[in-house]
């Protein structure tokens, strides 16, 4: 079972500030340039590659069938050799690989998951959001080119593509306990393996441990996650993705060069976004047996405290005031200040 210290407990996001390690990061030890091949010949090329890999390895599948709790550390994937067969409590990875479809620079890509455990946590992460997880990274050699010591705390906005796809596919711990000697044990953790092509990872750049064109392989355990509201505006940042591309950089609604999920006022008019947003308070007193209210639709918890047993949510909710189909915060023809005092 993974622990680490209480004080590197998940902390939360610093705008601007994108954490992740150097295989996971896409601007991080780039290696000389080669020249770029076409995407989709490429991608057709790696699905060929990937499913070879698939028909010819097995992992130790019934490890996690009888585990409670298992982590990467409990994988053993091994190369099935010309005349051998799958030893008992083993599987070919082509028997339960899950495919994953997504569109990325105009491009259809097929990826590839390895659920060893979903993972007892309520909410899945979005492709935006930030995560704590202990990974693994690996050409499909076998070749390991990086790793967490312990656990990381990352946002998927700052890694290749293919990790945006598939930890939304998890569910992080169920919970967590402190021991006496200061570590945290995570418990019924998301655990699972990535297979990316080369596309949705680092493509034709590569890095200094990764070939160009390298298809990849991650796994890891999903500890925890947050969601991301990088702007600070009250918008979580998967909601600025408006043409669900599951990219933020290309939606920028005032043509202002900055993008909605890094732009404080998204329609450019006078009045910022988070004051264009309804702002309301709740008091759930649990020491009633009161229970938290279920948020509208485009309603939004931005913070809550609690203290003896009284929880104060503080959410903010989308409104369309002239019914013209658009939301306020982003219609530069409505500049209505919920939090104006005059």
Known sequence: MKQMRINELFTGLILLILIGFSSCRDDDGLADSVPERDRAEQQAEDVDSLQSYFQTHYYNSAVFENSINPTIDDLVITKLEDGESVPDGHTLLIDDISTGNTVFLDIDYEYYFLKLNQGGGEDAPRFSDQVRVNFEGRLLDGALFDSSSNSVVFDLTALVPGWGRVLPEFNPAQNFVLNTDGTVTFNNAGVGVMFLPSGLGYFSSGTVDIPPYANLLFAFDLFQIQQNDHDNDGIPSYFEDRDSDLSLSNDDTDDNGLADFLDPNDDGDSVLTINELEPTVYIVDTNMGEEEPV????????????????????????????????????????????????
């Open 295 to 342: 948020l509208a639709e485009k309603e939004f918890e931005i913070s809550r405290t609690e203290e003896d047993g009284i929880i104060t949510i503080n959410t903010v909710k989308v409104l369309d005031t002239d019914n013209n189909g658009i939301d306020d915060y982003l219609d530069d023809g409505v500049e209505i200040n919920y939090n104006d005092e005059d």
